[in-house]
């Protein structure tokens, strides 16, 4: 318990998530408990990001739990997001990848049905969900609209990819088709990868060498292999002057 006292000092008050404060120069007198000072005054502040509208789908119920318009199916518990340059972490959140847009979890959903909140997308920078980092467009400078995950990024290379889920209703439920399209830049030019002949085309001095290496290192290159991709355009990095 503490004693009744009138608090004129600036004090910092931090809320359940990593990273949200909020800075006051006046606080009501403490009279009681402490925590639940501390509760009254925190349970109906929201960090900037939780500030929306409701996000409904329609079809809902005409999915099931392999055929969704989710990036890995299901919602991130650890995500991190960065909204009007400030780090928010610890957050739950899924991006849906067939209407390009992130969703969070919101406090009301395991109360009243609420589905989850859509928020100011404009004000997103970053965010990294399923251990994966997405940028707003302008900010990767690649692309048009939306989001795209970050594959690597060296000194003159960089890759980018967009991914994209479209559904179809059959029989009443919904069946997705996942597709994935890599975005190479260069010279602040845009290539859509679809082989080693994209790379090529983008180096051609440097042909023979990226050949030499790849019999060297074994490497067979398969479109879809993205690890193999990023080794190779890591590679192309280092040789490029």
């Known amino acids: 318990m503490i004693s009744r006292t009138y608090v004129t000092l600036t ?4 809320l359940p998530y990593n990273s949200i404060a ?5 606080l009501p007198e403490i009279d009681g408990d402490l925590e639940n000072w501390h509760n009254s005054i925190a349970k109906n502040l929201k960090p900037p990001f939780m500030q929306g509208s409701y996000y409904f789908i329609d079809e809902l119920e005409k999915m099931s739990a392999s055929q969704n318009p989710f990036y890995k199916d299901n919602w991130s518990e ?8 400030r780090i928010y972490s610890g957050i739950n959140m899924i991006y849906n990848i067939s209407k390009d847009v992130l969703l969070i979890w919101s406090y009301e959903m395991s109360k009243n049905n609420i589905k989850s909140l859509l928020i100011n997308q404009t004000k997103i920078d970053s965010f990294n969900v399923h251990n ?4 707003r467009h302008d900010l990767a400078e690649i692309g048009v609209e939306g989001f795209y ?4 990024k060296g000194r003159h290379l960089s890759c980018f990819a967009k991914e994209k889920k479209t559904g179809e209703l059959k029989d009443s439920r919904y069946e997705y088709r996942y597709d994935r399209q890599y975005l190479i830049k260069f010279k602040n030019e845009i290539y859509k990868y679809r082989g080693m002949s994209t790379i090529y085309k983008i180096l051609p001095n440097h042909k023979k060498q990226i050949k030499k290496y790849m019999r060297q290192e074994g490497i067979v290159m398969r479109k879809k292999n993205e690890v193999l991709l990023k080794n190779i355009l890591s590679y192309c990095d280092n040789i490029v002057l």
Request: hydrophobic residues 45%; without cysteine; charged residues 15%.
């Open 11 to 14: 004090l910092l008050l931090v």
């Open 22 to 26: 909020q800075v006051y120069t006046y």
């Open 78 to 85: 650890n995500g991190t997001i960065s909204y009007e340059g």
């Open 149 to 152: 995950r970050k594959v690597m």
């Open 132 to 135: 994966e980092m997405f940028l």
